[in-house]
């Protein structure tokens, strides 16, 4: 036994000794902090796709370019809304789209900032289990919200009559009944979301970019406030959302953005939750009722983001209006860890 011992490390060290000294990986280059101006402009026209490992606007598009979303991956049906219109969407029981004429007394319901799909404004319209797949066949009426001026978009009705393969069937028109159109999306690969408009041609639209090509969206978006009385009501607010597809997020307001390393990242708690970065890292002052308002950017609050290429990145945000003063244009600047 004891002549084991002595022969096990004797021949490890020869083994050893014949291979090749180790070589010396130089030091990660994280690259330099970097500054970022995004151009919604004043009116919070656009909504802005960005990729921080790219460190690049990937897309943009008119906030007002379409209505719908449609779940696009494999085996997703949810629908969504377009909340950068303050959309809205409420079931009204019946199943005959010529009976629904009007929206008075609806419910009407928005999708949640959070980006819990199993609380959309449009529901279970589908329902697949082993057996079968059931569609409810329920006339929903969407509210399209606001334009960037603040001009209502008016009403729809719809139906969603079925997912078959890749592609949604649905049949929609205005509330009096004219313009009845019967209409489909194809389901795109590589893509989180299809979209759809109401009145843009072609009504298939696709201004989201592929998935794994970005990180953040800025744009406006509907989410839950509460009055000094603490009653709940939906308002429309500008700020970041994440995107849906392994991105995560965590917040810090202990440490000073340049003392964030990895080793503290990779110890914080992160979210999947679309909107943590959201819209309050900017405080309003002044007036809101009247409209004379500014905004001052808390710079002490960071971001580490976890993108889905397994980068870390800190961000943190250091301006809202432009170099001739003119407010929507948030600025942050971030930095690889």
């Given at each position: 036994?004891?002549?084991?011992?002595?022969?096990?490390?004797?021949?490890?060290?020869?083994?050893?000794?014949?291979?090749?000294?180790?070589?010396?990986?130089?030091?990660?280059?994280?690259?330099?902090?970097?500054?970022?101006?995004?151009?919604?402009?004043?009116?919070?026209?656009?909504?802005?796709?960005?990729?921080?490992?790219?460190?690049?606007?990937?897309?943009?598009?008119?906030?007002?370019?379409?209505?719908?979303?449609?779940?696009?991956?494999s085996?997703?049906?949810?629908?969504?809304?377009?909340?950068?219109?303050?959309?809205?969407?409420?079931?009204?029981?019946?199943?005959?789209?010529?009976?629904?004429?009007?929206?008075?007394?609806?419910?009407?319901?928005?999708?949640?900032?959070?980006?819990?799909?199993?609380?959309?404004?449009?529901?279970?319209?589908?329902?697949?289990?082993?057996?079968d797949?059931?569609?409810s066949?329920?006339?929903?009426?969407?509210?399209?919200?606001?334009?960037?001026?603040?001009?209502l978009?008016?009403?729809?009705?719809i139906?969603?009559?079925?997912?078959?393969?890749?592609?949604?069937?649905?049949?929609?028109?205005?509330?009096?009944?004219?313009n009845?159109?019967?209409?489909?999306v194809?389901?795109?690969?590589?893509?989180?979301?299809?979209?759809?408009?109401?009145?843009?041609?072609?009504?298939?639209?696709?201004?989201?970019?592929?998935?794994?090509?970005?990180?953040?969206?800025?744009?406006?978006?509907?989410?839950?406030?509460?009055?000094?009385?603490?009653?709940?009501?939906?308002?429309l607010?500008?700020?970041?959302?994440?995107?849906?597809?392994?991105?995560?997020?965590?917040?810090?307001?202990?440490?000073?953005?340049?003392?964030?390393?990895?080793?503290?990242?990779?110890?914080?708690?992160?979210?999947?939750q679309?909107?943590?970065i959201g819209?309050?890292?900017?405080?309003?002052?002044?007036?809101?009722?009247?409209?004379?308002?500014?905004?001052?950017?808390?710079?002490d609050?960071?971001?580490?983001?976890?993108?889905?290429?397994?980068?870390?990145?800190?961000?943190?945000?250091?301006?809202?209006?432009?170099?001739?003063g003119?407010?929507?244009?948030?600025?942050?600047?971030?930095?690889?860890?």
């Amino acid at each position: 036994m004891k002549a084991n011992i002595i022969f096990i490390p004797f021949i490890l060290l020869l083994l050893t000794s014949c291979f090749k000294e180790d070589e010396k990986i130089p030091p990660f280059d994280r690259g330099d902090r970097t500054t970022v101006m995004i151009e919604l402009t004043q009116n919070y026209k656009y909504q802005v796709y960005f990729s921080l490992d790219q460190n690049t606007v990937v897309s943009s598009n008119d906030k007002n370019s379409f209505d719908l979303a449609f779940e696009s991956t494999s085996t997703g049906s949810h629908i969504l809304l377009n909340t950068a219109n303050f959309g809205l969407a409420a079931v009204t029981g019946e199943t005959q789209i010529e009976n629904v004429t009007s929206h008075d007394g609806l419910d009407l319901k928005f999708d949640p900032s959070s980006g819990n799909l199993d609380s959309t404004a449009v529901g279970n319209w589908i329902t697949i289990n082993e057996i079968d797949t059931i569609y409810s066949g329920l006339v929903y009426v969407i509210d399209r919200g606001y334009d960037e001026l603040g001009n209502l978009l008016g009403f729809r009705k719809i139906v969603f009559d079925s997912l078959a393969g890749n592609t949604y069937y649905f049949r929609y028109a205005n509330l009096n009944n004219t313009n009845m159109i019967a209409a489909s999306v194809t389901k795109v690969e590589g893509v989180n979301y299809i979209y759809y408009s109401f009145v843009n041609e072609p009504g298939q639209l696709q201004p989201e970019p592929a998935f794994d090509s970005y990180d953040l969206l800025f744009t406006q978006y509907t989410t839950l406030l509460y009055t000094n009385e603490g009653d709940p009501y939906p308002y429309l607010v500008t700020g970041v959302l994440l995107n849906r597809f392994e991105t995560m997020v965590a917040f810090d307001s202990i440490h000073h953005f340049d003392s964030i390393s990895m080793d503290l990242a990779q110890n914080m708690n992160f979210t999947q939750q679309n909107d943590r970065i959201g819209y309050n890292w900017k405080d309003v002052v002044g007036d809101v009722e009247s409209g004379q308002v500014s905004y001052i950017v808390n710079p002490d609050w960071n971001y580490i983001i976890r993108a889905q290429n397994g980068f870390y990145y800190k961000m943190r945000f250091i301006g809202f209006y432009n170099d001739l003063g003119e407010k929507g244009y948030p600025t942050f600047e971030y930095q690889r860890l």
